[in-house]
């Protein structure tokens, strides 16, 4: 079992279309959850993060958490053209020095106006 | 702009050549992370530094190596180049929350 999984995608919504995008993920000690945003040939850009079970919103974004079922959403509310990406979610144990993040494969969004 | 630097953000070299890739962290940030993202496999997390020091290693091969300098930027070196290496290669860095830089694209011919 991969420790992060993502469906690939491509996922296709219209302009104003609630999006939902969903990861797993199989260690429990893993305690930061993220979320990132990358278009065609970029970086990864830094959309949501967070450490706790629960609902944290940002905007548009909504990032949940139930780690008691290890599975991780992020929700896009009337979406937009610009949110035309894929979207990668990331998990792991972090804090000063250690650790690493591991990424799902992404999932590609299209918003078609 | 994020930040964090990256270069050169392409590079086309042969098989079995020896490339350098540089990465300069946000101000203030002591962790770098080298990542590699290919069309199948994702991102794969190679190498962490902290402050000059080897902190962590993931799926990196062999042929690869990195180094991190007293003004904390960070060379990722990559010999015997293969087809199978060509692929974007992303620095980050940060503790909470990475930033990442914008790649380097390497294409092995």
């Known amino acids: 079992q991969k420790e992060v999984e993502q469906d690939p995608g491509p996922l296709s919504v219209p302009e104003g279309a609630i999006v939902s995008l969903n990861c797993t993920y199989s260690n429990s000690a893993f305690q930061y959850f993220m979320w990132y945003r990358q278009y065609s040939r970029k970086g990864p850009e830094l959309l949501m993060y967070?450490?706790?079970?629960g609902n944290k919103e940002d905007g548009r974004f909504t990032a949940q958490v139930d780690k008691s079922s290890k599975y991780i959403s992020l929700f896009i509310r009337d979406s937009q053209p610009s949110d035309s990406a894929t979207y990668l979610c990331a998990t792991g144990r972090l804090g000063g020095s250690q650790g690493n993040l591991i990424f799902g494969k992404g999932t590609k969004l299209s918003v078609k106006p | 702009d994020s930040g964090v630097t990256q270069t050169p953000k392409h590079l086309i070299t042969a098989t079995g050549q020896r490339v350098t890739l540089r990465c300069s962290p946000r101000?203030?940030?002591?962790?770098v992370y080298w990542y590699q993202q290919s069309l199948d496999q994702g991102l794969q997390f190679l190498i962490q530094?902290?402050?000059?020091?080897?902190?962590a290693k993931g799926n990196i091969l062999e042929r690869f190596s990195a180094q991190q300098f007293p003004d904390l930027h960070s060379e990722l070196n990559l010999s015997s180049l293969e087809l199978g290496d060509s692929a974007l290669y992303f620095c980050?860095?940060?503790?909470?929350?990475?930033?990442f830089g914008s790649g380097t694209r390497l294409t092995v011919v």
């Open positions: 967070t450490y706790s079970s």
């Open positions: 101000s203030g940030d002591l962790s």
């Open positions: 530094y902290y402050n000059g020091e080897e902190r």
């Open positions: 980050a860095s940060g503790d909470n929350g990475y930033t």
